[in-house]
């Protein structure tokens, strides 16, 4: 699940597709939000995460189960605890990879637990890993480019300032993006016997995997975004089913999908993370 550490070497523009930002969707800026909210790929109930097959750990990278109990996901924690012990100036609950990312939240006064991602990556629930890169040599290439190389005219928030899943799409769409274009490439030389072809459908299957855990919602603008993402990674996962050389219409019919579902969610990325959100959304998007 990780070779894309060591089969992508850069992640530079490699063929001549430009990335379309095609409007889709989107949800106004709300500027007093730090309480968690949950999202459809971001937050399970204990039932679905106990219900769920076992995800592949990895090498040495892969952790030993937080729980003490056989069959639970996550570590237990309550919201309060890990407001006081992570919550940033900006009220966002982070927690490293190194700490248990994935938490059993229990809510006051309710039998529902939340199993949630806090971490800014998304991550296998079970191994607590990151299903990518998470170097910071992809931040520096991919932060820019979601930014300030789509809208040069508009000002941006900082790294530091971006939500956890602002940041975690950041990382997965760019990689998403490179794995698109090498599809791309493989479709016009009908050549789909290259290692990152191959490579780039395993990341397409693993990121659709219901193992494979976004970080929760914790600001109203997550939720649009979280949806733009289940969708895209939905397309992906058909895609990276689909046999290229059995059927190559309906593949690049389904690689049309693809490509514009992640396109949807890259542009209102960059939305979400201008200064001037609010305006942008209502110019682009509508009221």
Not at 32 to 44: G, L, P
Request: charged share 25%; glycine share 4%; proline share 3%.
């Amino acid at each position: 699940m990780m070779k894309w550490n060591d089969t992508i070497k850069t992640f530079t523009v490699m063929f001549s597709l430009a990335a379309i930002l095609t409007a889709c969707g989107g949800g106004a800026k709300e500027t007093s939000s730090s309480s968690e909210t949950s999202s459809s790929n971001a937050a399970v109930t204990e039932t679905a995460a106990n219900g769920s097959t076992a995800g592949e750990e990895t090498g040495s990278d892969a952790k030993e189960s937080s729980s003490t109990d056989d069959g639970k996901i996550g570590k237990d924690s309550t919201l309060e605890e890990l407001k006081q012990q992570y919550a940033d100036k900006l009220g966002y609950i982070r927690i490293p990879l190194t700490d248990h990312p994935v938490r059993r939240v229990s809510e006051n006064d309710s039998k529902n637990i939340n199993v949630a991602n806090y971490s800014d990556a998304v991550v296998d629930m079970n191994a607590e890993v990151p299903i990518h890169s998470d170097s910071q040599r992809l931040i520096d290439d991919a932060f820019p480019y979601f930014t300030t190389v789509q809208a040069p005219d508009e000002s941006y928030v900082t790294w530091e300032e971006a939500t956890n899943l602002e940041r975690a799409m950041v990382k997965t769409l760019f990689i998403a993006r490179e794995g698109l274009l090498i599809t791309d490439d493989a479709m016009k030389n009908k050549d789909y016997s290259s290692t990152s072809f191959q490579d780039s459908m395993d990341f397409f299957r693993v990121t659709a995997k219901f193992e494979s855990m976004a970080p929760v919602a914790q600001h109203p603008r997550d939720i649009t975004l979280s949806t733009l993402y289940d969708k895209a990674r939905t397309s992906w996962g058909k895609l990276a089913e689909m046999d290229p050389e059995q059927d190559e219409a309906a593949f690049a019919e389904m690689y049309k999908t693809a490509r514009s579902d992640a396109n949807n969610a890259m542009g209102l990325l960059n939305v979400l993370l201008s200064t001037n959100e609010e305006e942008r959304v209502e110019e682009i998007y509508g009221k």
